[in-house]
C-alpha cells in the first residue's frame, strides 16, 4: 500500500489540477503498485480537504455500472465518488466548459433518499424504501488525469472523474414507476445521438445504489437521507465541446437539458 505521505502527495496534485483545469500524468505509470485501497484512501484524502476548506457534500456518484460504460472505459467493475454542492446545476443551465477537462455527458436518474442505507447487506428493496424521489439528471464526467491507459486505480482516484451534474425533468416516487424501462434520448445541438434504457444498470439502476451502501459499509460509512444518488450511465458517454447544448428527453418524466459556453 501506499504512504501516507505518497496519499497526500496524490491529493495535492488533484487539487491543484481541478484548480488550475489541467490534467496530470497517469498514477499507475508513476505507482505502478497502486490498488484499490490506495485509490479510494486518495479520493477520501481529498474529499476531507474539500469539506475542510467549506465545501457542502450533498451525496455520491456511481460509475462503470452498464456494460456499455465498461465497453467505453474497458474498466469492468463499479466505482464510486463524492458529490459537492457546487458540482450541482438546476435544468437549463448555462455551464463554463473550461470548468472541466476531458468533458463527456453521461444520462442517469438521480437517487435523493429520504432515509438512510446501511450495508453491508443492503438490498434493491432497502433502497426503494429509503427513497424519496427519483429525477432524470445528467453527470458531467471531467477527467484530471491523462485518458489514455487508465485504469479503475487511476479513475477511483481521480474521484470517478466526477465533474458535475444536471437535474431536471418530474421527479417521481420510486414506486410509481418501473424505474428499469425508464427511457432517455440525448441529443447534442438538436441531434440525436444516444439512447438507453435504466436497466442497464445492473438489471434495476436501485441495485447500483444497493452496492453502494454496502461498499460504503465495509468502511464504516452510509448513505444518509437527503443525500443525493447518481446512480451510473444507461448511455455512453457523449463528449461536449463550448457552444454545445445538450438535452435528454426521459418521456414521462420530463426533460432535462444545459448549455455549454
Not at 496524490?10 to 499507475?28: G, K, M, Y
Amino acid at each position: 500500500m501506499l504512504s501516507t505521505e505518497a496519499i497526500a502527495a496524490i491529493a495535492d496534485e488533484l487539487a491543484a489540477a481541478e484548480r488550475d483545469r489541467r490534467t496530470i500524468p497517469l498514477l499507475t505509470a508513476r505507482y505502478p503498485g497502486m490498488t484499490v485501497t490506495d485509490s479510494y484512501a486518495v479520493q477520501n484524502e481529498w474529499r476531507r480537504r474539500g469539506i475542510a476548506s467549506g465545501r457542502r457534500p450533498v451525496g455520491r456518484k456511481i460509475g462503470l455500472t452498464s456494460k456499455v460504460m465498461q465497453a467505453a472505459t474497458g474498466i469492468t467493475e463499479p466505482d464510486y465518488g463524492a458529490i459537492f454542492a457546487d458540482m450541482v446545476f438546476d435544468n437549463g443551465s448555462v455551464i463554463e466548459h473550461g470548468r472541466f477537462a476531458n468533458v463527456r455527458i453521461e444520462v442517469e436518474l438521480a437517487f435523493v433518499l429520504g432515509a438512510p442505507i446501511d450495508g453491508p447487506g443492503a438490498t434493491l428493496f432497502d433502497v426503494l424504501r429509503a427513497t424519496e424521489y427519483v429525477v432524470p439528471a445528467l453527470e458531467i464526467l471531467s477527467s484530471r488525469i491523462d485518458l489514455p491507459g487508465r485504469t479503475i486505480v487511476d479513475t477511483i482516484s481521480d474521484n470517478a472523474a466526477m465533474g458535475g451534474l444536471v437535474y431536471g425533468g418530474n421527479p417521481v416516487r420510486p414506486n410509481d414507476i418501473d424505474l428499469r424501462w425508464v427511457c432517455a434520448l440525448l441529443y447534442r445541438n438538436e441531434t440525436i445521438e444516444e439512447s438507453g434504457v435504466a436497466a442497464a444498470v445492473l438489471n434495476h439502476p436501485a441495485t447500483g445504489v444497493a452496492w453502494l451502501a454496502n461498499k460504503l459499509g465495509e468502511h464504516g460509512d452510509r448513505l444518509e437521507a437527503g443525500e443525493i444518488v447518481l446512480a451510473g450511465s444507461f448511455t455512453r458517454p457523449l463528449w461536449v465541446e463550448p457552444g454545445d447544448t445538450i438535452l435528454a428527453d426521459y418521456g414521462p418524466m420530463g426533460t432535462v437539458a444545459c448549455r455549454f459556453t
